[in-house]
């Protein structure tokens, strides 16, 4: 076992960590082909070492030692227009995301493993956007990758476990201002590491499966961030804050499997709101809510699955100010033209093959169809409302080795 944490940990360095849109905000829906397949259900339901981020409790459905090796090529399409004016294409519209996760039984009730996913990101790219389309050449570019050493112990049918993770993360953004006296502003690359934890339970009798978890709110501070939103703050106050924390989660899930068919249901609680950063942009707790469902055959598997979340991102008033010194123009702004994390529905399919009684391998397709919203801003200069508007819709394609031993 000690051979395979290693060829986990080298071959995700290898392909490091890259922005994504992620879909429920700026959280990856699922964690693995086989997740990723179901739309993000994994709860209540196991993928084997997959499992590892999603419920860590259920890595004890691995039998001997399995590693899972793979990723996914992400690719957003996003628009952004002001009214007035022309639209603009976001260059950022194709990233790789990386996952490996391996777990084994240590003992008969002991088991553990190792992994390390990109787990969630944001970036545009409007560098070549006409001035016309009131872009400000703005490029923002969030990475987020969690390594994690999950610790699971079986009695009968229930499980517990936790997950200690260390999470790098990686801030960006610049922009044109437009002013001639401060033509750029820009953070340059900032970077982060920091500990966070998740918490697992499961219960399986008969068929059904029931599970919890607790993902724990980790603080990043990326210096630079107080000076990129600093110009845009209200006369009277001076912006300080250079944290965008990763939010804490709580969920619980249910499958049932008769035969060959499995239905699975999630639900998860993102506490955008208590997150340091987004708290200040006012992002709102999402309720997510996945359903899935498995046909297994004797070398085969076919998924579904759909996955729901209202954006956590709404449009502020004009004359709205926050304690942070934002007003609503800032707000609407930042969080549609920087942070367009507006997509709500989600729906997937994926598949697995047998190759042999050690290999296997899954696929997944996942498809956002285009959401659309239209914010105020305010034009201090000609000291007019107009409105501005972003359209986003995404496609992600999932391949994934599993080894078992």
């Known amino acids: 076992m000690k051979k395979s944490i290693k060829l986990a940990v080298v071959a995700a360095l290898a392909l490091g960590a890259t922005s994504a849109f992620a879909t429920n905000g700026s959280a990856l829906i699922g964690m693995g082909a086989k997740a990723r397949g179901m739309a993000g259900t994994g709860i209540g339901i196991s993928h084997g070492a997959e499992s590892t981020l999603t419920n860590p409790a259920l890595i004890t459905s691995v039998e001997g030692t399995e590693i899972s090796f793979g990723g996914t090529l992400f690719m957003p399409d996003v628009n952004y227009g002001s009214q007035g004016g022309t639209s603009s294409d976001s260059d950022a519209d194709m990233n790789v995301i990386p996952e490996v ?11 553990m493993g190792v992994g390390m996913w990109g787990t969630a990101g944001m970036g545009v790219d409007y560098r070549d956007a006409l001035a016309s389309s009131g872009t400000m ?9 969690q390594f994690g050493v999950p610790l699971a112990y079986k009695v009968d049918g229930l499980s517990v476990a936790i997950t200690p993770i260390l999470q790098y993360g990686s801030l960006d953004i610049n922009y044109a201002t437009g002013n001639p006296a401060n033509p750029d502003t820009g953070m340059g690359v900032a970077q982060d590491l920091s500990f966070g934890y998740n918490l697992g339970l499961a219960y399986e009798i008969n068929g059904l499966t029931v599970g919890a978890i607790y993902k724990s709110r980790i603080d990043m501070e990326y210096k630079g ?23 804490a989660e709580m969920g619980v899930g249910v499958s049932y499997k008769m035969g060959e068919h499995t239905v699975a249901l999630d639900y998860k609680k993102i506490k955008w709101s208590d997150a340091k950063g987004y708290k200040d942009f006012e992002w709102e707790d999402q309720n997510v809510y996945s359903i899935g469902y498995e046909y297994t055959a004797d070398v085969w598997a076919l998924r579904l699955g759909y996955n729901y979340a209202s954006s956590p991102i709404t449009q502020k008033s004009i004359a709205y100010n926050n304690g942070a010194g934002l007003n609503g123009d800032t707000i609407n702004m930042f969080n549609l033209l920087g942070f367009p994390a507006i997509v709500e529905s989600h729906y997937a399919i994926g598949a697995s093959y047998k190759i042999n009684d050690m290999l296997s391998a899954d696929f997944a397709y996942t498809y956002a169809p285009e959401s659309e919203e239209t914010f105020t801003a305010f034009n201090p200069v000609a000291r007019v409302e107009y409105a501005i508007t972003t359209k986003h819709s995404q496609t992600g394609v999932s391949a994934q080795l599993n080894f078992n031993f």
């Open 225 to 247: 961030f107080s000076k990129v939103v600093a110009p845009f703050v209200n006369q009277g106050f001076v912006y300080t804050n250079n944290e965008l924390s990763t939010p």
């Open 137 to 145: 050449n703005m490029v923002t570019n969030l990475q987020l990758m």
């Open 101 to 111: 996760s391996i777990a084994g039984k240590v003992t008969d009730n002991f088991y």
